[in-house]
């Protein structure tokens, strides 16, 4: 008896995943004495030359010879986007197939769809590879932690953003050119826009709040906010007033019970742990009402590290089959999914760091601070140098106390329009439970 894998791509990951299943058969075989088989991999371009080449008898060019296959029991789905990762999913559970998969977009749009036809068909949903890479957070959050209540998690969710925030943070880089660099470097693809927007990463909190909180809410319904407007100005006041900025996702529960899922920019203080995550890493800390704080850091991200978190469910899955008992834990570690409503935006709470472009005036100070105190909005620190010779304008940078969105929203719209004001307004959220 053994356990037959079948793949669907082979591109970065799938490479890793073949490689391994092929090059540690024995040692895999020997730590759980039940065999991992390869059997298939089907992929769009048979002669195209990947990281790692399997032999040419395992590769077809039709779907169907793994999904449906009565001699494959587990079909690793490492296609990447919708469609047709989607469609293949579904058919492969409803005949019975365990699906393993690394693709967050794809449970992030379709988790519903996805995980109540694995239940009906009573087969299992594993996607240790789509939070976090090589991180093993989803396991850590179903099994490891699953006693606790959680008061929040919060992550560094996206390699390609922190490579890039890393570079604008220690060398100065604008934006354009550490994108660039990442490009070089390989870490960022050719189109960045799913990473440097925030909804890689958001497809990934998604998934982390599944797990936390037995609800899996909509994108539409989080704050979803990506680097592309951060400049070298704002990151170097951060480091003045003690901050890094990172790419922060957030998932908690507020003092009133209510569910926050919000994914943005955030300032953390320059001494926290999660401060120190630095270059392509990702890391999750995630605190429950029994553990207390637990940290996971690692690679979020690459051939390897990622095939290790699929190979980590392959095995799960063979150790199930051999057995033959499915869905020992739900695949999102909750019996029944609930309908919770995230809390909108304009109700949280958080700290605000404020960059005013204005005149170099009288008053203007004043006029700004006017407005923001009848929005019932607390000053803590204020900063403002003397304008570059030649330059008619001069940063205000403010850090607010707690505040509400909406009050510190509205103040920005009616400070925008003094004259004195001469351009957008910066803020960058401060989170202050770190
Ligand atoms: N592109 C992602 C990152 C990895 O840079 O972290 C896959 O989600």
């Not at 967050?104 to 299992?124: P, T, Y």
């Not at 932690?145 to 390609?160: D, Q």
């Not at 890391?283 to 637990?294: I, K, Q, T």
């Not at 033959?324 to 609930?338: A, C, D, F």
């Amino acid at each position: 008896m053994k356990t037959t894998v079948g793949l669907l791509g082979c591109g970065h990951v799938g490479s890793g995943v073949a490689k391994m299943l092929l090059e540690d058969h024995d040692f895999i075989n020997e730590k759980m004495g039940w065999p991992l088989a390869l059997a298939k991999i089907a992929v769009r371009r048979p002669q195209a030359d990947r990281p790692y080449n399997p032999p040419a008898d395992f590769l077809t060019t039709d779907p169907y010879q793994i999904v449906g296959n009565r001699e494959i029991q587990v079909v690793v789905e490492l296609l990447g986007g919708l469609e047709p990762a989607r469609t293949l999913a579904l058919e492969a559970i409803e005949s019975g197939q365990h699906l393993v998969t690394a693709n967050k977009a794809l449970l992030a749009h379709h988790g519903r769809e996805i995980f109540a036809a694995a239940a009906r068909h009573k087969v299992e949903v594993l996607f240790e590879a789509a939070v976090a890479g090589g991180i093993p957070i989803i396991r850590t959050l179903k099994e490891g932690l699953s006693a606790n209540r959680f008061r929040h998690i919060f992550g560094i969710l996206n390699g390609t953003t922190n490579y890039i925030l890393t570079r604008m943070t220690r060398d100065g880089l604008t934006f354009q050119a550490a994108l660039a660099e990442a490009q070089a470097a390989g870490y960022a693809e050719a189109d960045p826009t799913l990473d440097v927007e925030g909804l890689d990463a958001a497809h990934k909190l998604i998934l982390l709040t599944a797990l936390a909180y037995g609800t899996l809410p909509a994108l539409e319904s989080l704050h979803v906010e990506g680097i592309t407007r951060l400049t070298p100005e704002d990151i170097a006041y951060a480091r003045e007033l003690g901050y890094v900025i990172k790419l922060l996702a957030v998932s908690a529960r507020d003092e009133d019970g209510r569910l926050e899922v919000r994914l943005h920019p955030a300032m953390l203080p320059r001494t926290h742990i999660l401060a120190e995550i630095s270059g392509p890493l990702n890391a999750v800390l995630v605190s429950g009402h029994a553990v207390g704080d637990v940290l996971l850091n690692g690679a979020g991200a690459g051939m390897m590290p990622t095939a290790s978190s699929v190979l980590a469910d392959l095995m799960d899955l063979a150790r199930t089959d051999r057995v033959n008992s499915t869905s020992r834990v739900p695949s999102l570690g909750w019996s029944i999914l609930r309908d919770e409503p995230v809390k909108l935006m304009s109700e949280t709470k958080t700290a605000y760091y404020l960059r005013f472009t204005v005149a170099d005036r009288p008053g203007v100070l004043a006029a700004i601070a006017k407005l923001l105190a009848e929005r019932g909005i607390s000053l803590a620190q204020v900063i403002q140098k003397n304008p570059l010779p030649g330059q008619e304008s001069v940063n205000l940078v403010m850090l607010t106390h707690l505040a509400q969105e909406k009050n510190l929203m509205a103040a920005l719209a009616d400070s925008d329009r003094l004259e004195t004001v001469l351009a957008p307004t910066r803020l960058i959220r401060v989170e202050t439970r770190l």
